[in-house]
């Protein structure tokens, strides 16, 4: 087996027995049930925002913190918080304690990052098209194998949503025991960084007897030297090289490094947004996902509260067909014509989403039948990963290799911040209106529906600037 291969085998495994998480699709039925005996109000007003506002403070600093720390450490981190979170909820049954358990989990969804950037520092660059879709493959596979299990064990009796824990717990631990055996990484995006000097003649970087590098090449910052490469297409880029073209060089002072790091972190960001098509794209995707994780988040308090008489059993049922549905849309979105996608018509294809968006989640808000909300949301997530997998793809085109983890991760920030002022406005008991589920999902809907307004007053614009310009 190819090492690349190899790497892209081990790391999936991590993802999907991370993803075998059967209790999900019933925590809200397991918090309000006998076990814990919780009220609709505690789980969705005073305990879950918690995990929101503690996924929000943790995101930039785990970022961060795992490109220091080189991706592995936080893996297991992530392993390591999935155990804490299961077992408390599992083995504890007071209202604080599942607060405290919430600030695990936003630990727990931070740290995912490190599975996804994992990867890009592991292999060679002209296998990173093949290793992406095998991690996303893995997470899809998983969910939809663990919802799966969820419903045919609750339908058939064999488990009650309490015992569902500990086959998620099971699947933590051993996604933590197997992390433990990941290779370890020895560069990263920005604090460890790699040179180019493999492909340059020997005669180029002579070393000194001590085994530094020249004088010249010391006292050249490696930001400097990716300001060159802009201005003369003649010499090798210094990104994120494949780790077989070049060796590792160590910068003398740490403090240098650091802040090469900074810098050049800036450098990424600049570049990329300042990108009017990134911009655009960006746009969407960071309130988009906003609402998107806003409504997955509380979603089985609506159907929970559309039919109290009897307990919402088809929730796994439907979580694996929207995992499904949403890894052959994403397939199909991703042969999804790039020319149809021009100014306008991009415009006008985001605008139409969200108003489709916002009208599905409408449907499942206002309605009395449980399997008419079922269908309605999904319908929305069906759209969501059609859209969103077109925006991740638009974003990609537009900037460099390096520039991803900096740009999605920055665009993710975004969408945590704006979803913690959703739930501080709407659902925290706390927050501004603190609202019921009925008036949360209603302000839900109409969140999508004025997105979709947003980028019908862009595309307005953009009409009367093109018009402006032809008559000049």
Request: glycine share 6%; hydrophobic share 50%; net charge neutral.
């Amino acid at each position: 087996m190819q090492p690349w291969l190899k790497i892209s085998l081990l790391l999936c495994t991590f993802g999907f027995l991370k993803e075998i998480r059967p209790s999900e699709p019933f925590i809200v039925d397991y918090l309000a049930g006998p076990w814990r005996n919780l009220t609709m109000e505690q789980i969705i007003q005073e305990a879950f925002p918690i995990g929101t506002y503690s996924y929000l403070a943790q995101l930039a600093i785990i970022f961060l913190v795992t490109d220091l720390l080189r991706y592995k450490p936080i893996i297991i981190v992530n392993g390591a918080a999935g155990i804490i979170v299961w077992s408390m909820l599992t083995w504890t049954t007071s209202l604080n304690a599942l607060k405290v358990l919430e600030i695990f989990y936003g630990t727990y969804c931070a740290a995912e990052v490190a599975y996804f950037s994992y990867i890009y520092a592991k292999v060679d660059r002209e296998h990173y098209q093949k290793v992406t879709s095998h991690t996303r493959a893995a997470i899809y596979s998983g969910r939809f194998f663990a919802a799966s299990l969820a419903q045919l064990l609750v339908y058939f009796e064999a488990m009650d949503y309490r015992q569902l824990n500990y086959l998620s717990l099971a699947a933590q631990i051993s996604a933590t025991v197997w992390a433990l055996f990941l290779p370890s990484v020895p560069t990263s995006m920005y604090f460890h960084r790699r040179t180019l000097t493999d492909e340059l003649p020997e005669t180029s970087t002579p070393e000194l007897p001590n085994g530094s590098a020249t004088t010249a090449d010391k006292q050249e910052p490696m930001v400097d030297v990716m300001a060159d490469d802009r201005s003369d297409d003649s010499k090798p880029p210094v990104g994120v090289i494949a780790p077989s073209e070049r060796r590792h060089l160590q910068t003398p002072f740490r403090s240098t490094r650091l802040k090469e790091a900074f810098v050049l972190l800036w450098t990424h960001f600049r570049t990329s947004f300042t990108n009017r098509s990134v911009l655009q794209w960006s746009v969407w995707y960071g309130l988009a996902m906003a609402g998107y994780i806003q409504i997955l988040a509380y979603v089985q308090a609506l159907w929970s509260s559309i039919d109290e008489t009897q307990p919402a059993v088809w929730n796994g049922a439907v979580e694996a067909a929207v995992t499904l549905l949403g890894a052959i849309v994403s397939l199909l979105a991703g042969y999804f014509h790039s020319g149809f996608l021009k100014p306008r018509t991009s415009l006008l294809s985001l605008a139409l989403l969200s108003f489709a968006a916002g009208g599905a989640m409408m449907l499942a808000t206002n309605t009395g039948n449980l399997i008419v909300s079922y269908l309605g949301y999904m319908i929305f997530c069906v759209l969501y990963a059609f859209a969103i997998t077109v925006v991740s793809a638009e974003i990609a085109k537009n900037i460099s290799d390096d520039c991803f983890g900096l740009v999605f991760g920055f665009n993710t920030l975004v969408a945590l911040s704006l979803q913690t002022l959703l739930t501080f406005s709407v659902t925290d008991s706390d927050g501004w209106f603190a609202l019921d589920v009925f008036g949360q999902f209603t302000v839900f809907s109409c969140y999508f529906l004025v997105l979709g307004g947003i980028y019908t007053a862009f595309l307005a614009a953009e009409i009367v600037a093109s018009a402006i310009r032809r008559y000049r």
